[in-house]
């Protein structure tokens, strides 16, 4: 157990697996002698070569499409998409044919392959390279999509999507890859998708939330702790499939729910969450199910001051959840 | 046909049997997909999609491949190179029925969906071209493994204008990995003509750009197409990468069973094709080298018939999935 | 005023518009002498010629590319899609370059663009001919998505799409081509983009939906009134921007709401309007959201039998309005 | 440089003041891009992307365009063609501080992603390989509108492999639209060699496949892309279609302010390289021919840096856009 930056429990999951298992190899651009863009894959083509990190081709569709025949074959790719934003070109790979494989062929073939991609805002990134790309998935049956809060999730749940037998989009939020460091158990680590986590108890309110949002959720509900109010505050972590049980639990324990996300609100997670609520959970509720979001505009700005009215923070949180508290 | 012709298929290096087992698969293939168009028109099945016209070049080009060492990713006419890959008759048929049983997909898929791992072709599905990457993906896996093979993906014409074709064939160009890109250009991408589809005069100088070589065969010629596609599996299998073989062919039948043609091309144009096809001049060289007899053909074409309608009794009989199993393999149980 | 099929009605708008504005042109496959596969544009190429009918090579990505320069331009281009399960490899184009051009330039370019694909099931079009799409673009800021459930509103609803200032995915249902036919308004007739339309007033229960389903449900709605049961319809007809005042107003009329589409559940429409509810009526309401989808599964089977078992019906309805009433 | 080649801006149709406007207009670009770079590594601008090693072939390009006619659909480091399409230094400097008043998008885009309607410079993104097929349909609109006009866009040689060149090329192959594809090769995409990133030799190969010319020309060579260039222009003006013209050009800056070069290239390699900046060989061309006087350099060289100068200083203190702004102009208001 050692306390690690997101980034090196990222590459520490990569290198571990890539070490016993000989099939998994790493694909994208720069991630060779630049070792990604971020740094991700830095080191790693000198100690597995080029043929197992290989730089791609400017070419997102063929990034995935690629991984995909060699998943089929029997490989485990890792295809890394250089920013969350430039998934785009590779949309119908995934949802066409990474998502299909398995039910198209009644089970005959498979599509073993992991896709991570730096995702979301308040890095200076501007619109197209801050955004959050996580909705366009989670509505696909036959895809799983992750999103890890904490070091120690990032290499529990990457280690998870290497060994899942269907294809993981792994979501990282750049923002955490050197905010957040936390304890990271060595060696095999697993943590399960699908299952949510509970980052803090509480009674008077539930937040749930993921990804970078968890930390500013936990620094809110710190605040609101001095004024009295005692936040419950569920990280989802897998938002495909997403933890029914959970999520139910969680809003049932104190009846007040806000669902926070970076991503803007219309058709969200946060939309399906609150849905699920609303559908099973809804004789439990004290107060209407409340939603702190992005704006809905295109994408973030980057000038300091429009990107900064983009972005949630702790403030505004705490302000959604005070009102929620007090409802 | 005169006989310093006759021998050509001896001369590169095809036994009597192979031509006659080439020969039978184009039969097959046009068998069963007349029978499949047949029961379309009786309403039986509620969709096909043919490959008429093709079946020459398709069982050329499958020809030089090893069915037990190579991986195929088909597109949807390719019935001559799935059946050279093990699939059956009857196979087809339940795939045509949408039956339970179909290997492809167990009556998910639309006939010409092809896939069966056992016979080492890779699902396929509708959207155009995405296979290509795939094949060239399983290339690339089958080096990383060490496996000496190649990977086969085919197209029409119109689908090498899609993204996914640049990009694949660029890739492989780069690793020059063992994969054969067969256009299959028939002409026509559903209604549009070859003019207004693509820019260049033939898809195969599209091959330069990515540094493999890139050639055009007439499609009809079953044995040009064996040659070709000869040279390219030991080009691949020598590790010098890909090659882009476009073969000039015809699709005789309308796209689909949802299209008319008619008002897109003249019946002239057609008839002239049917004249040209590999059916047809593959049949008329194997009787002229003697090679096909007049008992052997018979017994062919009995034979075939014989096979198409006990795949089609045994398809129209067999049961579909029940209704509830289209909840599984969503994910791994 | 006539009773027109609804695939005669989108093609009135067309020509109507194409009349008498020489800005909007139609671009797509097959769409020429073909007329379409569905015979949407037939007749087209011979009144206005080949240099406004567009036979397009077989590529998405470069249908919408140009459609979207040529928007810019100043023109008026209708790029239709031949099966909405093929708008995959044109979402880099849709979502990064459409939906942003006007914000990401501050105002001074625009993209008036208007995409046409048929979606939907039941049609015995398998995994890739059966698709709805819309979950993956009512996210995205910067479009509007608009789904006509009769003929007249196939008509108004193009007229609104053609003369939007922004790019419009006009979403037609192809099992409604020749299935419905109502009265549409001659020449002039504009329905305005972001306005549901009730289709039934009841009191006992409420449904929300659109496309194919509105059909199935009235069918339901019917059945039910035969047992006292009286059911309120909200035809939502714009998903982007979704019909906020509607929609309240709908739940609040009944207290007691269902959400029908035929796309998969997680992620889809419903979850957002539900979403809508439970923050803005919870009080009102005297029964959990609702909602009745498409399973879960990655595509709708080729086979009779799964396609059914797939496929919403207006039984399978009337039974979840029957609970919901019973609540 | 010999007396021969000393008239070579005249003989091919240029005139002393046109040579003097295109080198001032690199100086400029240059001038810019320097001082952007300096402002990011003193921290006042967060980000940076660079021009520099490729104004001689931009400009080159640029001056066989119209600004009043063509449209521009640029790349991100197309500094020297947005210039001369009338952006102003201030513009530029108003885009790097991410200002309210920045013509391109206000603020909300990083800089390089240029855009404004009134210098006929089409709005661009990210996502590369995207203002591909925007160009060739803002050249389709064009000729539906008789307009005779020429669009142009840029991309480097890592972007021609994004699906998007490819189906952009073919339609205008196929439609002879007057669009000139420009690839500045500059041997890098980011960390990606050109060996690793195409399978060809050169981009300008993959102009058979669309069925239009492509043509490779030495960056550094000012008057030879000007010549290309306006070869281009004609044909696209006469009916005859687009050209692809690639230029083989360096860039001496790492990609971005966020990149370090020093992994994937040595500094010899970019050392030898500075040596051939058309900055210096089209200085040196134009002191030869007496065209570039020692006084007219100084005055332009002092010109420049005080246009950079106030440029900078307008902007630095110029306002953000309100926080709020943010939510303007998503839809038509
Ligand atoms: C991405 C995509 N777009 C559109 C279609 C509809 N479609 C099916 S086949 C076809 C024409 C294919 O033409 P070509 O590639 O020449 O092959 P051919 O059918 O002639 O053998 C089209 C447009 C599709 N299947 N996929
Ligand atoms: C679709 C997409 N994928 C990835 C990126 C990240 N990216 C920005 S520039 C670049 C390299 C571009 O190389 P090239 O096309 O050769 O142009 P150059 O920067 O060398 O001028 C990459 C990978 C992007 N902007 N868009
Ligand atoms: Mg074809
Ligand atoms: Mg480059």
Redesign the interface.
Known sequence: MAVKLFIDAIRDALVYEMRQDDSV?VLG??V????G?FRVTQGMIDEFGA??VI?????E??I????????????K?VAEIQFA??I??A???I???A????????????CPLVIRAPFGGGV?G????SQSVE??F?????L?VVVPSTAADAKGLLIAALRD??PVLYFEHKGLYRLIKDEVPDGEHVVPIGKAAVRREGTDITVITYGLMVHYVLEAAEELAHAGISTHVLDLRSL?P?DRDAIIEAARRTGKVLIVHED?K???????V??M????A??D?D?????LCG?????M??????E???MLNPAKIADAMRTLAAF | MSKQTAVRHREIGLSDEQVLDMYRTMILARALDERMWLLNRAGKLPFVVSCKGQEGAQVGLAFALDPTRD?V?PYYRDLGVVLRFGQTARDVMLSGFAKRE?????G??MPG?F???KNRI??G?S?VS?Q???????????R??NERLV?YTSFGEGSSNQ??F???C??AG?QKLPVIFFCENNLYAISVPLARQVGCERIAQRAEGYGFPGVTIDGNDVLAVYEAARTAVNRALDGLGPTLIEVLTYRINPHSSDDDDRVYRSREEVDEAKQRDAIVTFGAYLRSTGVLTADKEQALLRDVEQVVDEATAYAEQAPYAEPQEAL?????Q
Chains 1, 3 share one sequence.
Not at chain 1, 32 to 35: D, F, N, P, Y
Not at chain 1, 99 to 110: E, H, I, P, T
Not at chain 1, 138 to 142: A, D, K, L, R
Not at chain 1, 277 to 280: C, M, Q, S, T
């Open positions: 190899f651009e720069d060779g002698l630049r070792g863009v043929s197992r730089d791609m081709p400017l070419a569709s063929a995935v499409g690629v991984a995909i025949g060699a998943a089929a074959y029997g490989l790719p934003d430039f785009m070109p949309v119908n790979q949802i066409s044919e998502a299909k494989m398995r039910y198209r062929s009644n089970g005959d073939w498979s200076h501007a619109l197209y390279h909705a366009l989670y509505h696909i049956p036959g799983k037998p269907d495909l997403l803007n219309t058709g969200g997670v946060g939309a399906e609150s849905a609520i609303a559908e099973e809804l004789y509720l107060a209407p199910i409340a939603r704006p809905d505009i295109p994408a700005p980057f000038s300091p001051t429009m900064k009215f983009y | 991986y990713a179909d290997p492809n997909s167990g998910r898929q969906h896939g069966s791992r890779l699902t599905s959207p995405t290509i990457p795939h094949a060239v993906g399983m290339a690339l896996a089958a990383m493994r990977t993204g996914d640049h990009e694949a660029n890739f780069v599984g393999h969503v994910y791994a």
